[in-house]
């Protein structure tokens, strides 16, 4: 924020006789600059969660409050003393999916193909089930993993839809605002930009 003002105070003192029509805008760059970020969008990052094989997941995923969507997410598993073998959850994936939404925002599924099931697996498709024992909020914070005996909603697994199934046993997913510049840094950038057309275009005439 410091170094912006600087370069708004730069570009006014230096083309000053241009600047008359934009000083309103380096004082309203100035005054943005103590606004917080808005808090719609979440990334929620995993900690120390845990399955009954001994494996663990972690990683995080982004969601956002004001559409109820998850846009992306990175989550890694690894393998336990079952036939579940280490692997990520990420768009990217063959049929990867995320962001499906459960138990009123406390449960989300993400979903890929494993070409790794093992031979008696039901299928090839291998689902992760995430249960809060709370629904996912605009403002972040700690939840806690649901670990309930008697599966989703009252506990979260993972499963090759859904045979074999390892449950999560303990664990959180931690809440956290991501950032977003409000749009008047684009004007407020832009200044020393509009102050030497403005210049040129005197200097031309």
Not at 37 to 48: C, F, G, M, R, V
Request: aromatic content about 12%.
């Amino acid at each position: 924020m410091k170094h912006l003002l600087l370069v708004c105070l730069y570009a006014f003192r230096r083309y000053k006789k241009c600047l008359k029509n934009f000083f309103v805008l380096a004082f309203i760059c100035a005054a943005m600059g103590g606004w917080p970020a808005q808090a719609s969008i979440i990334e929620w990052t995993l900690n120390n969660v845990t399955f009954s094989d001994g494996g663990t997941a972690s990683g995080s995923f982004i969601w956002n409050s004001s559409t109820n969507a998850i846009s992306t997410w990175t989550i890694q598993v690894s393998g336990g003393s079952t036939d579940f073998l280490a692997i990520s959850y990420t768009p990217f994936q063959p049929s990867g999916t995320g962001g499906t939404l459960f138990g009123n925002n406390a449960g989300v599924t993400f979903s890929l193909f494993d070409s790794h099931a093992p031979a008696y697996a039901s299928s090839s498709l291998r689902y992760l089930v995430l249960a809060m024992v709370a629904p996912l909020n605009a403002h972040g914070g700690s939840l806690a993993m649901a670990t309930l005996a008697g599966g989703f909603p009252s506990q979260g697994f993972e499963c090759f839809n859904c045979n074999p199934g390892r449950s999560v046993t303990s664990g959180e997913i931690e809440g956290v605002p991501v950032p977003i510049p409000p749009p008047i840094w684009l004007l407020c950038g832009s200044i020393p930009v509009w102050a030497g057309l403005a210049k040129r275009r005197k200097i031309a005439g």
